[in-house]
Antibody, heavy 121, light 108 residues
């Protein structure tokens, strides 16, 4: 079964840092792009960041560029999101999502259960 | 950036009725790289449709997608109680990958 499981969320003060992890199983992790998507309380889905299968290419939403860093360890089948200079507006459930091995199948499936990040003093 | 607009914002229907949800893109979506997702309260989103019209594995055939270019539609032929949820469209053909704001399907 293809599965992704996030961890690492929690309460952090404004200006602080946090690292999210996503453990993947059931597929050849290094062959697939991976993504982070977030959802603020009561709001819609917001794309955050992507990374290619080999890790050479990354992309960020403007709202997190320069503050968040996506990375992956293909030897551990794990995706990361290093978040720094956190703001109140970063408060959200963060979802790890499996993408495709090429643009033609880069839809988001499956999604993890999400991990809640709360930025508050 | 491709901006996706979904309409209506809220749809109030009864079980057994047909639901028609619209997703309009600000630019043509490359090769119909458009997906639809369903999200129920407290749950992660679930893929329903990819490539504008292909159903994901395990999705009932009452769900269908259509459209091309800038106009796309998700149709639920006969609403079941479990279909009342929020539906999002997404384009995955051009970075940044973007989502629509969602359509909430309510029980009337």
């Amino acid at each position: 079964e293809v599965q992704v499981v996030e961890s690492g969320g929690g309460l952090v003060q404004p200006g602080g840092s946090l690292r999210l992890s996503c453990s993947a199983s059931g597929f050849t992790f290094s062959s697939y792009a991976m993504h982070w998507v977030r959802q603020a309380p009561g709001k819609g889905l917001e794309y955050v960041s992507s990374i290619s299968g080999n890790g050479d290419s990354t992309y960020y939403a403007d709202s997190v560029k320069g503050r968040f860093t996506i990375s992956r360890d293909n030897s551990k089948n794990t995706l990361y999101l290093q978040m720094s200079s956190l703001r109140a507006e970063d408060t959200a459930v963060y979802y790890c999502v499996k993408g495709g091995d090429k643009i033609q199948n880069n839809w988001f499936d499956p999604w993890g259960q999400g991990t809640l990040v709360t930025v508050s003093s | 950036e491709i901006v996706l607009t979904q309409s209506p914002g809220t749809l109030s229907l009864s079980p057994g009725e047909r639901a028609t949800l619209s997703c309009r893109a600000s630019q043509s979506v490359s090769s119909n790289y458009l997906a639809w997702y369903q999200q129920k309260p407290g749950q992660a989103p679930r893929l329903l449709i990819y490539g504008a019209s292909s159903r994901a594995t395990g999705i009932p055939d009452r769900f269908s997608g259509s459209g091309s270019g800038t106009d796309f539609t998700l149709t639920i032929s006969r609403l079941e109680p479990e279909d009342f949820a929020v539906y999002y469209c997404q384009q995955y053909g051009r970075s940044p990958l973007t989502f629509g704001p969602g359509t909430k399907v309510n029980i009337k």
